[in-house]
């Protein structure tokens, strides 16, 4: 049975074994991965690096996995698979040393490629209250400035930048360490429909019903590095996996950007380390823009989120800006010192949700900013008495 380009990819990502690197080590010697499945396996035994039980693995392709199943798992799941020589396929993560031979895709093929002028946002699983809220800020920041957010999906610090992301309006894509058809963990399965049903989109370089394992993780961190330009990690442990997928930002060429956290708790070891390194020192949003503001696509917009209409203020400053009813209160209650976000929450009489949202947009417009030990203060009041 003569099969097509896009199908020799599939067959060759369904095979035991074979794996990216294999397969770009053999398209140097053939001319098109359907070649490939049809060589004698004495032929392909002579390859460096195949040898004779690879050979018969892709001589013997058929035996070794079902096409036409797995192309009715993705029928039936919705999925778009996209080939390294498919026009959709992410041109950043072409660039990477082992990019996928095939990448499954449910939700927006297009957010994909939008990608390029977005951002990775990784960390623990083991999450502390500071982490949780700066994955949060960062990610609605980035949101609010247009920016896709890449993340995996994992309990703790994913699931809360991808939550923050759909709160805020935005895109975010998640990268799984499984088959499409094994969304893990269960639990975020409902988070995983709201992400494509708000316009993001699941992607994973497994077969459809393929487990997660030890091995899984790793490689899908160099997706979640290799889709975007930099990849920020809020909170990590002295062992964490945030820190492969930092590592192997770096080696793909892209910025690392790790938030510190207080030098007595655990999840803080892997971003000071990180720093130690060279990664960027990150506050706030703004310590990332920067960072990319001579990239195309990628600058910070001066007046992030919708644009409000005038109030007919004529006075110069700020003060010509309109701000929702919350984002008015906050000011008020903050006056001309500085108010920890919680006080500040609780005298809002507001969801906390809400009020972290309403603080973000009045420091994008920087009419305040956060200072540590979670408290805000008004731009300018710190200079005050």
């Not at 794996?19 to 499945?37: D, K, N």
């Not at 990784?122 to 982490?131: A, N």
């Not at 309990?155 to 930048?161: C, L, P, Q, S």
């Amino acid at each position: 049975m003569a099969v097509d380009r896009a199908d020799a990819y599939l067959i060759l990502n369904l095979l035991p074994g074979i794996g990216p690197l294999r397969v770009s080590q053999l398209l140097t010697l053939y001319e098109s991965p359907e070649a490939v499945l049809g060589s004698s396996e004495a032929a392909l035994a002579r390859v460096p690096g195949i040898g004779d039980r690879l050979a018969r693995v892709l001589a013997s392709w058929r035996e070794h996995c079902d096409l036409e199943t797995e192309k009715a798992l993705v029928q039936r799941g919705g999925v778009h698979v996209l080939t390294r020589e498919d026009p959709a396929y992410p041109a950043l993560l072409r660039e990477i040393h082992d990019p996928p031979l095939c990448l499954y895709v449910r939700g927006s093929v297009e957010a994909l490629e939008r990608c390029r002028a977005g951002i990775s946002m990784v960390g623990s699983r083991r999450t502390t209250t500071y982490g949780v809220h700066m994955a949060e800020h960062l990610a609605m920041a980035a949101a609010y400035a247009g920016w896709p957010v890449v993340s995996g999906l994992a309990r703790g610090i994913d699931t809360a930048v991808h939550e923050a992301v759909l709160r805020a309006g935005g895109c975010t894509l998640a990268v799984l360490g499984a088959g499409l058809g094994l969304v893990c963990p269960q639990e975020n399965v409902p988070l995983a429909q709201r992400i494509v049903a708000r316009g993001g989109a699941l992607v994973s370089e497994f077969p459809m019903m393929f487990p997660p394992d030890k091995r899984t993780f790793p490689m899908r961190n160099r997706i979640i590095s290799g889709l975007t330009q930099g990849t920020v990690v809020v909170e990590a442990g002295a062992s964490s996996g945030s820190l492969i997928t930092a590592a192997q930002a770096l080696e793909q060429g892209r910025q690392v950007f790790a938030v510190p956290g207080r030098v007595d708790c655990p999840q803080s070891r892997g971003c000071h380390a990180l720093i130690k390194d060279g990664a960027k020192l990150t506050e706030t949003f703004e310590d990332i823009a920067e960072e990319f503001a001579r990239l195309p696509g990628m600058a910070l917009p001066s007046t992030p989120g919708p644009p409000r209409p005038p109030t007919g203020n004529r006075e110069s400053g700020p003060q010509q800006l309109t701000l929702a009813p919350l984002e008015e209160r906050l000011l008020a209650l903050l006056g001309d010192g500085d108010v920890s976000i919680d006080d500040l929450i609780r005298a809002a009489e507001a969801p906390p949700s809400h009020v972290l949202s309403a603080l973000l947009m009045l420091e994008m417009r920087r009419l305040v900013r956060q200072l540590p030990g979670r408290r805000v203060v008004r731009a300018g009041s710190e200079h005050l008495g």
